[in-house]
């Protein structure tokens, strides 16, 4: 008889658990790179988006990225001077805490920097980050764009949608198949954490609050053993660990 294409139910209990070997891989493959790339990057990522990480990984294809744990890559790198794979490597490890990763690449620091500060796409925000911008919604006869663009380039907002700015809080109505709003209405304003519902406003508007930005916070010289910080390092306590004892890594790229 044909094989059953019925879903199974599988037990967590009965999988297996992939986070040792995964720990023990980026643990491997960031020693590899040490001696085959002249710079080691500590990156971190602000407004993370996985399709512009994509577009970086493509358009620095001479590189490698990782963004895993930090305790993982800190115990790749060495941990003390005893325990360094390559000379050195240890000093980059004040710079591993909060959300970074690690570039290595054949680019020299001017190169990176110059790549990433002309980098910075807009997008949609989420619930929780900071606006990077103003936003109000002009009164009269609301456009698809409210204002962002000349009202001659733009088109009436559809009457379909009114009901859901009023559930947001906008206070429009409709007057002859037009949506209406009395008095200006502010959305948000620059640096203000944003909720859900501002997040909403700003996508229904076609207004981009976020900025997704790679900035280097640290980069280690392979020929010179020293270590250019590009911003100040904040006091972080690391503790020493076998490698039996890492955490599990969430993400490897390469």
């Known amino acids: 008889m044909p094989r059953s294409k019925r879903a199974k139910v599988v037990h967590l209990s009965k999988t297996t658990k992939k986070g040792k070997d995964l720990t ?3 643990h491997a493959s960031i020693q590899e790179c040490i001696p085959q790339y002249p710079y080691i990057y500590v990156f971190r990522v602000d407004n993370m988006r996985n399709t512009y990480l994509k577009d970086v990984r493509s358009q ?24 360094e794979p390559y ?23 001017s190169d990176m920097l110059s790549y990433f500060a002309n980098f910075q796409p807009a997008d949609y925000a989420r619930s929780g980050t ?4 103003s936003f109000s919604i002009p009164s009269g006869t609301l456009y698809s764009r409210a204002g962002e663009i000349p009202e001659e380039e733009d088109v009436p907002l559809a009457h379909s949608i009114e009901p859901s700015l009023r559930k947001l809080g906008v206070p429009t109505k409709l007057v002859k198949g037009r949506v209406q709003l009395e008095n200006d209405f502010l959305v948000c304003k620059e640096g203000e ?14 207004v981009a609050a976020a900025t997704f930005k790679v900035e280097l916070v640290a980069c280690f ?5 020293q270590v250019e910080a590009f911003e100040p390092v904040e006091k972080q306590q690391f503790i020493t660990m076998d490698l039996d004892e890492t ?8």
């Open 24 to 26: 023990l891989r980026l």
């Open 60 to 83: 620095l294809a001479d590189s490698r990225l990782f963004f895993g744990k930090t305790k993982v890559m800190a115990v790749a790198l060495g941990l003390t001077p005893a325990s």
């Open 87 to 109: 000379p050195n490597t240890s000093k980059l490890v004040p710079h591993l805490h909060g959300s970074v990763g690690l570039i290595f690449s054949p680019r020299c620091p």
């Open 130 to 133: 900071l606006s990077s911008r």
């Open 193 to 206: 954490v944003l909720g859900s519902g501002q997040t909403a406003l700003l996508k229904t508007f076609g």
């Open 221 to 225: 010289n392979r020929e010179t053993g």
């Open 247 to 254: 955490p599990d890594l969430v993400h490897v790229g390469g």
